[in-house]
T-cell receptor, first 113, second 115 residues
Framework: DADVTQTPRNRITKTGKRIMLECSQT?????MYWYRQDPGLGLRLIYY???????NKGEISDGYSVSRQAQAKFSLSLESAIPNQTALYFC????????????FGPGTRLLVL | AQSVTQPDIHITVSEGASLELRCNYS??????LFWYVQSPGQGLQLLLK??????LVQGIKGFEAEFKRSQSSFNLRKPSVHWSDAAEYFC?????????????FGTGTRLLVSP
């Protein structure tokens, strides 16, 4: 079984709709992240969370919100989706002990019409 | 601010030939450096990482990378490419305070393998 899972894997929605992307992990890591990937731009950090009570904005948080429901769950919401939020979204986790390494989920491909 | 440059958007290599993917970083202190691979329809998989010690690091799938401080580079190499290596490769630098390595990614290099 995968350590980091994301649901849904693919989603098509319309402009103005609210949508939630979910991430679950079984690695027992405290830290979780949301990134978006756009062609030619690499991955950019949206939000990150050190634990359930510690949530921080990344470089492109406008138009997004997050919820850390438990250590293992971190959800990303688009309150009112717009076409330029069409992208591939990745969740990641990390353990701060030792050399901190991020482990990624399989991604959610989102299309906003 | 830290940054990562991957100058090659696409690279085509014949199967069995050697491979080198370039990565240059900008960061004031000693960085943590990573290479990830993204196969079609898949998430990012860690190939290898460098944080200290021997500047030549070995990773999974026969990949290696060499950290060169004088050139601010961390190039990825493989002596003989297999068709299954076709994927997109991302270099990343982890930069920040002790205990939190915020990753900054390059824009990626797409590797095509020709028969």
């Amino acid at each position: 079984d995968a350590d980091v899972t994301q649901t849904p894997r693919n989603r098509i929605t319309k402009t103005g709709k609210r949508i939630m992307l979910e991430c679950s992990q079984t690695k027992g890591h405290d830290r979780m992240y949301w990134y978006r990937q756009d062609p030619g731009l690499g991955l950019r950090l949206i939000y990150y969370s050190f634990d359930v009570k510690d949530i921080n904005k990344g470089e492109i948080s406008d138009g997004y919100s997050v919820s850390r429901q438990a250590q293992a769950k971190f959800s990303l919401s688009l309150e009112s989706a717009i076409p330029n939020q069409t992208a591939l979204y990745f969740c990641a986790t990390s353990d701060p002990r030792g050399v901190e390494t991020q482990y990624f989920g399989p991604g959610t491909r989102l299309l906003v019409l | 601010a830290q940054s990562v440059t991957q100058p090659d958007i696409h690279i085509t290599v014949s199967e069995g030939a050697s491979l080198e993917l370039r990565c240059n970083y900008s960061y004031g202190a000693t960085p943590y450096l990573f290479w990830y691979v993204q196969s079609p329809g898949q998430g990012l998989q860690l190939l290898l990482k460098y944080f200290s010690g021997d500047t030549l690091v070995q990773g999974i799938k026969g990949f290696e990378a060499e950290f060169k401080r004088s050139q601010s580079s961390f190039n990825l190499r493989k002596p003989s490419v297999h068709w299954s290596d076709a994927a997109e490769y991302f270099c990343a630098v982890g930069a920040g305070n002790t205990g939190f390595q915020k990753l900054v990614f390059g824009t990626g290099t797409r590797l095509l393998v020709s028969p």
